[in-house]
C-alpha cells in the first residue's frame, strides 16, 4: 500500500512466499513514508499515526529481503505498480533491486480463466478466495492464491510458437501456459496448452 501519488511511499507491505504449491510464510509491515501526508487513508485506513513510529523502507529491508531470496517470481495484482513502487522504494534508498520477474495476477486470472472485470475481489469472488481488499497481507496472500489455483508454473524463458487462429500471427506463448490467451494483433482469445 502506498501513503500518496509517489511510488516511494509505501506504507505497508504483505509478503507470502509459495513453494511447492503451498504457502510456507507470510508477514506484514507497516512502514513509515518519506512524507508524512497520508492521501490514501480512505483506501486502506492507514493513517499517519499508524505508521510514524514504524521503520522506514530502508530500515526495514534488512528483515524482508531474506523472503524474497531465492524466488522464481514475484506475482502481484497489477504488478507493474506494484513493481513501480518496490524499485522506487529500492532506488529511493540506495538498494539494489531485487532481480526476480513479476508475474501479474490481472493477467494470468485472465488468461486461465477469462475473468472480467478482473479486479482483486471480482477474481477471489470466483475462485471463492477470502480478501480484505487493501490489506497489504490479504492481498498478497489473495495473489499467491490466484497462482496456486492456476497451477502455473512459473515464467519460462523458454517460448513455443503458438499462431493465432483469427489472423495467424505468431505468438510467442511460455512452455508450460495452460489457459486462454489473448493475440496482441487482432486481440482475438483462444485456449492455447503448451
Given at each position: 500500500e502506498t501513503a500518496d501519488r509517489y511510488k516511494d511511499s509505501a506504507c505497508a507491505v504483505g509478503l507470502v512466499r509459495v513453494e511447492g504449491g503451498k504457502v510456507v510464510n507470510k508477514v506484514h509491515y507497516l512502514i513509515r513514508p518519506p512524507r508524512q501526508d497520508i492521501e490514501f487513508t480512505h483506501i486502506h485506513g492507514i493513517s499517519w499515526q499508524?505508521?510514524?513510529?514504524?521503520?522506514s523502507f530502508a530500515e526495514l529491508w534488512p528483515t524482508i529481503e531474506p523472503m524474497l531470496q531465492g524466488v522464481d517470481f514475484f506475482a502481484a495484482h497489477n504488478a507493474s505498480f506494484?513493481?513501480?513502487v518496490l524499485h522506487a522504494c529500492c532506488e529511493a534508498h540506495g538498494i539494489n533491486q531485487p532481480s526476480?520477474?513479476?508475474?501479474?495476477?490481472?493477467?494470468?486470472a485472465r488468461d486461465t480463466w477469462n475473468i472480467r472485470?478482473?479486479?482483486?475481489?471480482?477474481?477471489?469472488?470466483?475462485?471463492?478466495?477470502?480478501?480484505?481488499?487493501?490489506n497489504a497481507l490479504s492481498d498478497a496472500e489473495a495473489c499467491a492464491r490466484i497462482v496456486i489455483s492456476a497451477n502455473y508454473p512459473g515464467p519460462s524463458n523458454r517460448k513455443i510458437a503458438v499462431h493465432c487462429p483469427s489472423c495467424s500471427v505468431p505468438l510467442g506463448v511460455p512452455q508450460g501456459r495452460n489457459g486462454r490467451i489473448t493475440c496482441l494483433r487482432c486481440q482475438h482469445q483462444f485456449s492455447v496448452k503448451t
Open positions: 499508524d505508521v510514524a513510529e514504524q521503520p506494484d513493481r513501480g526476480p520477474t513479476f508475474v501479474c495476477t490481472v493477467k494470468l472485470p478482473t479486479k482483486l475481489p471480482n477474481v477471489c469472488e470466483y475462485l471463492d478466495i477470502p480478501l480484505n481488499h487493501h
